[in-house]
């Protein structure tokens, strides 16, 4: 990405239609028909294959490269007490991500995938989004920046997560501003908050939506303002993705929450990502429903990381497998139907 990035140009690449490979769909949906089974007999695995097809621009999808994409970042709300856990658990995790002692770390070797966690300005906390804007305009370019150049150039398949102490209020703030709704209505127990905590919650999401009542209209600048760096990373790097027509995987509530700007400022904007699982936060599923995604799993995880995504990573190898080794009716010598 060139270092010239610009707030102009981030509205350009978010407005940017994405233009699927529609030859290399309809080559995955043609073979599907002719292998050995009942047509559409496979469900979801199948679609999922013709919509790696679509995203890669090969007939025959491949997942040879699986990026695991963690991003980790510190926010100014934590002082308000919106969390189970001390603010430091953050930069504790990222040590521990890089020790491999996460559930992370565990998943994303099961399923065949590279990790890179990423801690987004040293762990220094945004501001206090209460109070005034999250980031200024350059740490907001900084934080895209950082996410669009994460993605590999060779990455066949992006799952993306987070870590923050204190980041499902931020992404439950965005919800609020960017679909309406006050902070009861989208507020969750997170990392498990009793519910003194969950009303400190809901609060602090009523206090940013005052805050920032002026700039609710503009979702890039909702984002800046109510976002958080590993948040804003994780926007960065669907653009990128999109851009290198890679397709994503996202993780849960936090995850989607940090990509629900760009569905609201492209209409295609989201369309080369899965949604890998529905997590138990509150209004994870909402969100989903929100940006028309329907969840490949759904296993009660809330534990962000990229664990629900890297666990859907799973079923889109059985679907490439099925779809790559199957025997057609001809080959296998099966009459049709």
Partial sequence: MTSKLSISVIRELCRKVAIPNDEAAG?????????????????????????????????????????????????GIAAHGVSAFPAEVTAQMVANFQAGGAAINQLSKTVGATLDVILLSNGEPTADFTRQPAMTEDEFIAAIETGFNAVASDADLICL??????????????????????????????????????????????????????????PLEVLRRMGGRELVAIFGAVLAAREKAVPILLDGFVSTASVAALAKLSDSG??????????????????????????????????????????????LRAAVACHTGMATFAEAGVSEA
């Fill in 27 to 75: 080559q995955a949906a043609a073979r599907q028909k002719i292998l050995t089974k009942p047509p559409g007999s496979l469900g979801r695995l199948e679609e999922i294959a013709i919509h790696l097809a679509r995203w890669q621009g090969r007939a025959v999808p491949r997942l040879d490269h699986v990026q695991v994409l963690v991003f980790a970042g510190s926010h």
């Fill in 161 to 218: 997560g987070e870590m923050g102490i204190g980041n499902t209020t931020t992404a439950a703030t965005l919800c609020a501003a960017l679909f309406g709704g006050r902070g009861a209505d989208w507020a969750g127990r997170g990392t498990g908050v009793d519910d003194e905590g969950l009303k400190r919650k809901a609060r602090v999401i009523d206090a940013a939506l005052v805050t920032h009542a002026e700039a609710l209209s503009d």
């Fill in 270 to 315: 989201l369309e080369h990502a899965l949604a890998g699982h529905v997590s138990a936060e509150a209004q994870h599923g909402r969100l989903l429903r929100h940006l028309r995604m329907t969840p490949l799993l759904d296993l009660g995880m809330r534990l962000g990381e990229a664990s629900g995504a890297c666990v859907a990573v799973g079923l």
